[in-house]
C-alpha cells in the first residue's frame, strides 16, 4: 500500500476563548498556509532528493517522510497556539472587532442624522489630536469650571459685604457731620447771645461782687 501524496486536510487550530470572525479567519489562513507547504513537500518532491534510498528503501524513506511531515505539523500547529496565547491575539482581534462594529454604528448614527461623513484619514492633524485627548480632558475642563463658579461665588458675595460695610460707613460719616453741624450752630448761636445780651459783663460784676466780699 502506497503512502499518500500529500498529508490530509488540516483542521482550523484551536484558538483560546471565544473567537470571533476574525479570528476565526485567522486560524484558516494559517491552517490553509501549513496545509500548502506540506503539500508542496509531497513524497514525490522528498523523494526526488534522495534518489538512492528511494530505488533502494523506499519504505524507509516513506515513513521517515511521513515523520518528518507529521513533526512539522504538530510543532507549527504547537507554536501558532502558543503564540495566540502568549500575544492574546484573540482577545485583541475581538477587541478590534468591537471597535469596528462601534465605528459602523457611530458611522450610522451620524448618517440617519443627516450629518456628513468624514473619512478620518482626512482630517487635519489638529482635529485627530483633540478627537484623542477630548474624554480624557473633559472631566479636568468640568472640575476647573466647578472651581471657577464657585471662585466667582465667593468673590460676589465678598463684593456685596464691602458694599454694605462702605454704606455703613458713609452713613456714619454723614451723621458725625450733621452733629457737628449742629455743634457749630450752637456754639454760634450760644456767641452771639453772649454778646448780644451783656452776658459777659454781668458775669464780671459778679466775679467782682463775690470778690470785694470776700
Known amino acids: 500500500m502506497s503512502a ?3 498529508p490530509s486536510t488540516l483542521p482550523a487550530p484551536h484558538l483560546p476563548l471565544t473567537p470571533g ?12 498556509a501549513l496545509n500548502h507547504t506540506l503539500k508542496t513537500c509531497n513524497y514525490r518532491n522528498f523523494s526526488a532528493c534522495f534518489p538512492t534510498p528511494a530505488q533502494k528503501t523506499p ?3 516513506k515513513a521517515v517522510w511521513e515523520q518528518i511531515v507529521g513533526k512539522i505539523e504538530t510543532k507549527s500547529m504547537t507554536e501558532f497556539e ?44 489638529i482635529e485627530l489630536y483633540n478627537a484623542h485627548l477630548s474624554p480624557m480632558l473633559e472631566p479636568i475642563q468640568k472640575q476647573l469650571e466647578e ?4 471662585t466667582q461665588a465667593r468673590n460676589t458675595e465678598l463684593a456685596q459685604g ?7 460707613i458713609e452713613r456714619i460719616v454723614s451723621g458725625l457731620e450733621a452733629v457737628i453741624k449742629d455743634l457749630e450752630g450752637a456754639n454760634g448761636v450760644l456767641e ?17 461782687e463775690v470778690e470785694a466780699r470776700s
Request: glycine share 10%.
Open 147 to 150: 472651581e471657577l463658579a464657585r
Open 162 to 168: 464691602i458694599r454694605t460695610q462702605r454704606d455703613e
Open 21 to 32: 470572525p476574525l479570528a476565526q479567519r485567522l486560524g484558516e489562513v494559517f491552517s490553509t
Open 82 to 125: 502558543q503564540i495566540l496565547k502568549e500575544r492574546r491575539v484573540v482577545e485583541g482581534l475581538n477587541g478590534l472587532e468591537g471597535l469596528i462594529s462601534e465605528g459602523k454604528r457611530r458611522r450610522y448614527a451620524m448618517g440617519a442624522k443627516g450629518e456628513e461623513l468624514v473619512p478620518p484619514h482626512t482630517l487635519p492633524p
Open 59 to 61: 519504505k524507509v524513506l
Open 4 to 6: 499518500p501524496e500529500s
Open 192 to 208: 452771639s447771645a453772649v454778646e448780644e445780651g451783656g452776658l459777659r459783663e454781668e458775669v464780671k460784676e459778679i466775679v467782682r
